[in-house]
């Protein structure tokens, strides 16, 4: 891995309850003390309803919070909306946009994703913007055009000032949740494509974003995807839900 200190984040999507996510904290709490990070940083995203219950427990940590989710606009009558605002209030700085999960169930488009991304800056979270393309189009071979257009969009916006300070998450949507994750070289080259779409944008802004992969990580994995230049850290579904899978997964990063 390069200069870029490496960032690990599990988004526990909609899964488990007050007390098991209490629990889940308390192992990795005591598994990430044993591991004394000084380059990783890890953040977990719990679902909406237990961001202030988890924020209030890892207060002091170091492991920080973040939101799967934000609605678009900044307050009002919005039933079922959830501000910017409301995330920070709560303890939240860190928010994903744009994952495949919202792009498909909830029919989120380029323009709404980059909406989101724009609330998030305007009230100083950072967004987490994922990108990635499905099956059909890596068959298609239009990888690299599908993800490139899903941050242009946003990056074309936004500008370098608006785009810089945030993460990119590279998750093949066929990666996720099968078992099946890209291998080191796939992630690799689309990293490196995204990197170089980027630099078109500033060159030195595309030397410091942090870009994830996402899809399948598991601790076995993580070392050789971490051993890509740039591959600066993972976004982890299934295993950060066990507490000792994550902190491998942690512990690779801080040592890649
Ligand atoms: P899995 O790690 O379960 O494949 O999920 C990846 C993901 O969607 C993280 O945002």
């Known amino acids: 891995m390069s200069e870029r200190d490496p960032l690990v984040a599990g988004n526990w999507k909609m899964n488990g309850d007050a007390s098991s996510l209490d629990g889940l904290l308390d192992g990795l709490l005591t598994e990430l003390s044993g591991l004394a990070l000084r380059r990783c940083s890890v953040l977990v995203f719990p679902s909406y309803v237990y961001l202030g219950q988890v924020a209030q427990k890892l207060l002091g940590s170091g492991i920080g919070v973040g939101s799967q989710d934000v609605d678009q606009r900044a307050q009002g009558a919005v039933t079922g909306g959830v501000s910017a605002d409301m995330l920070k209030d709560v303890g939240c700085r860190f928010v994903l946009v ?3 999960e919202r792009r498909t169930l909830f029919a989120e488009s380029d ?6 991304f724009e ?3 305007s009230q100083g979270l950072v967004p987490i913007i994922c990108v990635g393309e499905t099956l059909e189009e890596r068959r298609q071979d239009r990888t690299i ?3 490139t257009r899903q941050l242009k969009v946003v990056t074309s916006r ?3 000032a608006g785009f810089d300070g945030a993460v990119i998450a590279y998750e093949p949507v066929w990666a996720i ?3 099946e994750s890209a291998t080191p070289e796939q992630a690799e080259e689309v990293h490196a494509g995204l990197r170089r779409s980027l630099a078109e944008l500033d060159e030195n802004l595309s030397c410091r974003t942090r870009i994830l992969y996402g899809g399948s990580v598991t601790a076995d994995n993580a070392v050789a995807l ?3 230049e740039n591959v600066d850290g993972a976004l982890v579904g299934g295993a950060s839900l066990k507490a000792n899978s994550f902190a491998e997964i942690c512990k690779a990063a801080e040592e890649s």
């Open 98 to 100: 744009g994952h495949s």
């Open 111 to 116: 323009k709404l994703v980059t909406d989101k």
């Open 119 to 121: 609330q998030c800056r």
């Open 145 to 147: 055009e599908v993800v």
């Open 158 to 160: 936004v500008g370098l």
């Open 177 to 179: 949740g099968t078992g």
């Open 226 to 228: 971490f051993g890509m």
